[in-house]
């Protein structure tokens, strides 16, 4: 291990610590939409059929299983999603973005992108983003 692997690891977490409680602030303040709920319907919105199981919205997006149950009843309860049960196993259900869901998501999408800009790449630049996006790709593959 060399003496940079912590430091990575701990700039990682420093600017996670820092930047999603703003981003999630602004996306709030903007939108009435907290960054759960913007980065679950994100996903459900590029999905294919714009549907995911609880399952697959846990492994690609920034909540846990448990938690995007929750977060799935919360935008439920907004009229964002929808639940659909899966019928190859009545146990388990689909979520759905709804127009209500995708109205949100792109009224939200200039705050979101615009937090993204200011607050991160606008530090760096376009080569240093690359290189950031392309190294943290990797340690996900």
């Not at 009224?107 to 993204?116: D, K, R, S, T, W």
Request: hydrophobic residues 45%.
């Amino acid at each position: 291990m060399s003496d940079t692997d912590p430091a990575a690891w701990a700039a990682l977490l420093r600017v996670h610590a820092a930047l999603v409680p703003l981003i999630d602030r602004e996306l709030q303040a903007a939108c009435r939409l907290p960054l759960t709920w913007y980065d679950v319907l994100l996903e459900l919105n590029s999905a294919p059929g714009r549907r995911l199981s609880m399952g697959e919205l846990g492994q690609v997006a920034v909540v846990s299983r448990t938690r995007a149950s929750r977060v799935v009843d919360q935008l439920a309860d907004a009229g964002l999603v929808a639940r659909e049960v899966n019928p190859d196993d009545r146990r388990s259900a689909y979520a759905t973005i709804t127009e209500a869901g995708r109205d949100r998501l792109r009224a939200a999408a200039p705050v979101y992108l615009e937090a993204i800009r200011q607050h991160f790449t606008s530090r760096m630049t376009a080569t240093e983003a690359r290189t950031v996006a392309a190294a943290l790709g990797k340690v996900l593959n």
